[in-house]
T-cell receptor, first 110, second 119 residues
């Protein structure tokens, strides 16, 4: 997997928007950008993915830079339940193991 | 629908004993993965099954670790002669067939894991 760089931790107030950045300067033209999150005492869960265009789903939005060397996961209104470690991953195509980095630990303050 | 199920959720064993951890993937998922997460560490790949192909065992840390997948569904991870450094959360994930992943989605669905404690 291409290498990604994320801040170790971030903090947000409840009901505020959160922008989680990820740098992936060595991304290739066919690499998808995936985000997973891991809530306390749970396995990781898929959040969102994209290739070139910005993407929205019920959990979050993904904003992808025009040169694709960075992306931002956007939680529009953080809740206490969103406190988790967020991982930005560029998996190989097909069914291959994911390579998880350290991720960003998001704390949400009530 | 049912997600990935792992059992037991917690396992405490004595050093030197063998343990078996079970994973029931989502029905129809032909790819199955085992990872482990040590305290405060990231997820580490262990072994990967894809359909009827030979498994990719490149992540197994020693020959005390083995896994099998019966009937293309349930998988068992076995750790022989457990050591204290084997203490970790063992996570299983499954995904759709590669043929359905032409966009390279490779979305994996994880179980809640088995927390193994070796005393």
């Amino acid at each position: 997997d291409a290498k990604t760089t994320q801040p170790n931790s971030m903090e947000s107030n409840e009901e505020e928007p959160v922008h989680l950045p990820c740098n992936h300067s060595t991304i290739s033209g066919t690499d998808y950008i995936h985000w997973y999150r891991q809530l306390p005492s749970q396995g990781p869960e898929y959040v969102i993915h994209g290739l070139t265009s910005n993407v929205n789903n019920r959990m979050a939005s993904l904003a992808i830079a025009e040169d694709r060397k960075s992306s931002t996961l956007i939680l529009h209104r953080a809740t206490l339940r969103d406190a988790a470690v967020y991982y930005c991953i560029l998996p190989f195509s097909g069914n291959t193991p994911l390579v998880f980095g350290k991720g960003t630990r998001l704390s949400v303050i009530a | 629908g049912a997600g990935v199920s792992q059992s037991p959720s917690n396992k405490v064993t004595e050093k030197g004993k063998d343990v078996e951890l079970r994973c029931d993937p989502i029905s129809g998922h032909t790819a199955l993965y085992w990872y482990r997460q040590s305290l405060g560490q990231g997820l580490e790949f262990l072994i990967y099954f894809q359909g009827n192909s030979a498994p990719d065992k490149s992540g197994l840390p020693s020959d005390r670790f083995s896994a099998e997948r019966t009937g293309g569904s349930v998988s068992t991870l076995t750790i022989q002669r457990t050591q204290q450094e084997d203490s970790a959360v063992y996570l299983c994930a499954s995904s759709f067939p590669a043929s359905g992943n032409r966009e390279g989605k490779n979305i994996q669905y994880f179980g809640a894991g088995t927390r193994l404690s070796v005393l």
